[in-house]
T-cell receptor, first 121, second 109 residues
Framework: DTGVSQNPRHKITKRGQNVTFRCDPI?????LYWYRQTLGQGPEFLTY????????KSRLLSDRFSAERPKGSFSTLEIQRTEQGDSAMYLC???????????????????FGSGTQLSVL | LAKTTQPISMDSYEGQEVNITCSHN???????ITWYQQFPSQGPRFIIQ???TKVTNEVASLFIPADRKSSTLSLPRVSLSDTAVYYC??????????FGAGTRLAVHP
């Protein structure tokens, strides 16, 4: 178990450029989440996958953001035409399929990577 | 989705027990309550998780009353290295995990 890996750790870009981040989850974890975090705030949910299927995307996410998980393993998050407001830490987390504890009740534990810090100049 | 409310910040001293209470009035019956810890420039790290009553592990205890509308994270004998932001979440499974602003705990010598 090598943990969740995110690359790059830091990215500096100019406004208007496209950027792509990569997340490698813990192997055998079929759920993968993307969060965004700005200074002093908690992580904000962006989207999540179960295997290769994108199950939900935050309504706060503009069309400039897209995420993929083509083979149900690693995932990429792309931001097109970056804006200064996109500057943030982008966090990836993975989990195994939630375990059913009893009827309708599930337990899930997320493992986070160290994040990619994006600075848009 | 379970919305949680926590104190914005707390201060403590080394060796003391710290209790952080989280309010989650509309938690769903199928939600677990989970606490995460986050240090600067790192992703959150799982601390403890429970559904009701009391759960204890090697780092913390979690107390959840019968109505499940609140929970209390207890950190015994804190040290300087426990200075971090602590998040309380309800959800998981079919309900995605939503983070609030968390509680900034500062431990002083």
């Amino acid at each position: 178990d090598t943990g969740v890996s995110q690359n790059p750790r830091h990215k500096i870009t100019k406004r208007g450029q496209n950027v792509t981040f990569r997340c490698d989850p813990i192997s055998e974890h079929n759920r993968l989440y993307w969060y965004r975090q700005t200074l002093g705030q908690g992580p904000e949910f962006l989207t999540y996958f179960q295997n290769e299927a994108q199950l939900e995307k935050s309504r706060l996410l503009s069309d400039r953001f897209s995420a993929e998980r083509p083979k149900g393993s690693f995932s990429t998050l792309e931001i097109q035409r970056t804006e200064q407001g996109d500057s943030a830490m982008y966090l990836c987390a993975s989990s195994s399929k939630p375990s059913r504890q009893r009827e309708g009740i599930f337990r899930e534990k997320l493992f986070f990577g160290s994040g990619t810090q994006l600075s848009v100049l | 989705l379970a919305k949680t409310t926590q104190p914005i910040s707390m201060d403590s001293y080394e060796g003391q027990e710290v209790n952080i209470t989280c309010s989650h009035n509309n938690i769903a019956t199928n939600d677990y309550i989970t606490w995460y810890q986050q240090f600067p420039s790192q992703g959150p790290r799982f601390i403890i998780q429970g559904y009701k009553t009391k759960v204890t592990n090697e780092v913390a205890s979690l107390f959840i009353p019968a109505d499940r509308k609140s929970s209390t994270l207890s950190l015994p004998r804190v040290s300087l290295s426990d200075t971090a932001v602590y998040y309380c979440l309800g959800g998981g499974g079919y309900n995605k995990l939503i983070f609030g602003a968390g509680t900034r705990l500062a431990v002083h010598p």
